[in-house]
């Protein structure tokens, strides 16, 4: 019913930058709630602690802290999008990327993308 689409991923030198994008099937401005989690290689994904940032649709932000700083998310309502911006990346960064969205009224639910992978390394 509703499908993300990541993109952006690649291989970054530490350092670099990369942007996320999650192209939504409905309107961002009928989201919930936005946000991007992410997976390191070997281990399962866990929401407690692999959320990266949360983007409300009130306009709240809140990020993990180890990216405070470096990550910025938000969305583009032209492009029906949510966005991660990654700045100074670190080797420690690398994982798969997914976004999830959340929405109420007759789409109730949380939805994941198929994910992104980011590799950060010289």
């Known amino acids: 019913q509703v499908q993300l689409v990541e993109s952006g991923g690649g291989l970054v030198q530490p350092g670099g930058s990369l942007r996320l994008s999650c192209a939504v099937s409905?309107?961002?401005?009928?989201?919930?709630?936005m946000g991007w989690y992410r997976q390191a290689p070997g281990e399962q994904r866990e929401e407690q602690r692999d959320?990266?940032?949360?983007?409300?649709?009130?306009?709240?932000?809140n990020y993990k802290d180890s990216v405070k700083g470096r990550f910025t998310i938000s969305r583009d309502n032209a492009k029906n999008t949510v966005d991660l911006q990654m700045n100074r990346l670190k080797p420690e960064d690398t994982a798969v990327y997914f976004c999830?969205?959340?929405?109420?009224?007759?789409?109730?639910?949380?939805?994941w993308g198929q994910g992104t992978q980011v590799t950060v390394s010289s």
């Open positions: 999830t969205v959340e929405l109420r009224g007759d789409l109730t639910g949380v939805y």
């Open positions: 409905v309107s961002v401005d009928s989201l919930y709630a």
């Open positions: 959320w990266v940032a949360v983007l409300t649709s009130s306009g709240s932000t």
